[in-house]
């Protein structure tokens, strides 16, 4: 293999896999990981590291798999980021590290995902301890919310010596990580061992607790927490606001997903059965749509997208529409719901269709598709889940209406990540509405910073 192809990773196969909820992807095992980190050049100024929201030192992690050493390359990378084997998995690498590796220019980028899966892989079947937290400092923290941002605020206070409880509306720590990445993608193993290694070291997690309706801030304080950040997410579902969209048979991704991933809907013997569409139209192009489709492919339906533009627009993850096609899902693209249809039980029985084209590039820089009226046309489908983006749930801020808000509900913080509530602070999708899980990971970074300097400065 020369300099510029990169090792092939090995996969399930796609007419196995699209029956099946193992994980698709097998990773690099040593032979392979070594080889392929090999290829990279040790740039002198590595322009990977600047693709890299949480500005992870990537050619030394990968320099340390060349020489053979998994263990070192692990260390390396826990000193920028907690979720390695979670990022390694799921982060868009072709549009961050990867897009800027220099070998891109003449051929493939080096696979940093793949090797960065391997290291963080080999650390957790080694039960390699990668924190190494410093002695109690006395001060508590509360965080809301177990997704990335939690978990990332959590292991940060906890290397610097704080007191650390994580209150948790769901019955598992973990957030999106488990209720929305199905375990295709990301085992749900893989995140309890992150959590576990959090829990070992004296993080508490307390599950079940909704805080705003089953627990206030104000409780929350005067349990002695000097600081409470909030990483709750963007969870309340958007939809299309067209008619029939409360008939039977439609679902928003959030649901459908949960339903499947966090209360194992697809498995017999669990009491919230879901039924698998006979044809499932998934509308909307992001990754929580590829998951819903690959989802409901598993379940035993026959699923098309429908995107209102191109391919070249989608914005899910590469590898995502990929794995997608190769499982056979289907693709609407140029066309939007316009109505659902259903029988008089209320029913999905069809679903109407406005083809689209391109206008004018819209504020987001990508063009704004223009419906063309009078082309309508039917599908029939029995089963609709809407994948059309998330907002923030604005269950805390809008018990507690000093946490100012933007239009779209999501916290408005300064730099350090603290709202206009001083002892509050704030990070993830919470903030910025639906995202990535490394942009959650560096808002809990910053924010943990940010909580220090607060604590310190009060005593
Ligand atoms: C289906 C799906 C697929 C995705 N795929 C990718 C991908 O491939 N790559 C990628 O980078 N990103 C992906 N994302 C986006 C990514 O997962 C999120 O941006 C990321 O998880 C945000 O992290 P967070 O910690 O801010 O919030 P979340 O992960 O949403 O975690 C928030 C947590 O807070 C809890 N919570 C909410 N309210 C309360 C409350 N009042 N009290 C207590 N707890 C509360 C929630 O139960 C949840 O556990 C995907 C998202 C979805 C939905």
């Not at 696979?111 to 400092?137: C, F, M, V």
């Not at 950040?229 to 299309?240: C, E, S, Y």
């Not at 969209?245 to 499947?260: D, I, P, W």
């Not at 679903?351 to 990508?366: A, F, H, K, Q, W």
Request: with cysteine; hydrophobic share 35%; glycine share 10%.
């Amino acid at each position: 293999m020369d300099r510029f192809t990169r090792v092939p990773v090995r996969e399930q196969d796609p007419n196995k896999r699209n029956k099946n909820f193992e994980e698709v992807c097998y990773g690099y095992n040593h032979e392979e990981a070594v080889q392929e980190a090999k290829r990279c050049l040790n740039c002198k100024s590595p322009q990977c590291v600047k693709g890299c929201p949480v500005s992870v030192n990537i050619p030394a992690f990968v320099h340390e798999i060349a020489e053979d050493n998994p263990k070192g390359a692990a260390m390396e990378l826990s000193k920028h980021t907690a979720l390695p084997a979670v990022c390694g998995r799921v982060c868009p690498q072709e549009s961050q590290c990867e897009k800027y590796c220099v070998l891109a220019n003449k051929g493939d980028a080096v696979s940093i995902g793949k090797l960065e899966r391997y290291a963080a892989d080999y650390a957790r079947e080694n039960n390699i301890q990668t924190i190494q937290p410093e002695p109690s400092n006395g001060h508590k923290v509360a965080v809301v919310g177990a997704g990335p941002a939690g978990i990332t605020v959590a292991g940060e206070l906890l290397k610097k010596g704080y007191d650390v409880t994580v209150f948790e509306s769901l019955q598992q720590p973990g957030g999106v990580l488990v209720y929305g990445i199905p375990q295709f993608r990301l085992p749900d193993t893989v995140v309890a061992s992150e959590v576990d290694k959090l829990k070992d070291l004296g993080v508490k997690f307390e599950t079940n607790t909704i805080v705003g309706r089953t627990m206030s801030l104000e409780a929350i304080r005067d349990e002695g927490y000097e600081a409470i950040f909030l990483g709750t997410g963007a969870g309340l579902p958007r939809f299309m606001d067209i008619p029939g969209e409360n008939f039977n048979g439609v679902f928003s991704a959030n649901e459908f997903l949960t339903r499947t991933n966090l209360m194992h809907a697809y498995e017999a013997g669990y009491d919230t059965p879901i039924i698998g569409g006979r044809k499932t139209a998934v509308i909307g192009g992001g990754n929580v749509a590829m998951d819903a489709a690959r989802v409901a492919k598993r379940l035993g339906a026959d699923v098309t997208i429908v995107y209102r533009r191109t391919e070249a627009e989608l914005p899910a993850r590469a590898e995502e529409v990929h794995h997608a096609k190769e499982e056979g899902i289907k693709f609407h693209f140029l066309t939007s719901p316009v109505e659902i249809n259903a029988d008089d039980d209320g029913w999905v029985t069809s679903m109407t269709l406005r083809p689209m084209e391109l206008g004018e590039p819209d504020e987001s820089g990508r063009r704004r598709p223009v419906p063309k009226v009078g082309e309508d046309f039917d599908v029939d489908v029995d089963t609709v889940i809407m994948a059309l983006g998330t907002n923030p749930n604005p269950l805390i801020t809008g018990t507690n209406p000093d946490i100012e808000t933007n239009k779209k509900q999501g916290i408005i913080i300064t730099e350090d990540g603290q709202s206009s509530v001083e002892d509050v602070f704030a990070g993830g999708d919470a903030v910025t509405g639906a995202a990535t899980v490394i942009l959650a990971m560096g808002a809990g970074k910053h924010a943990a910073e940010g909580i220090d300097k607060y604590i310190k400065s009060k005593n």
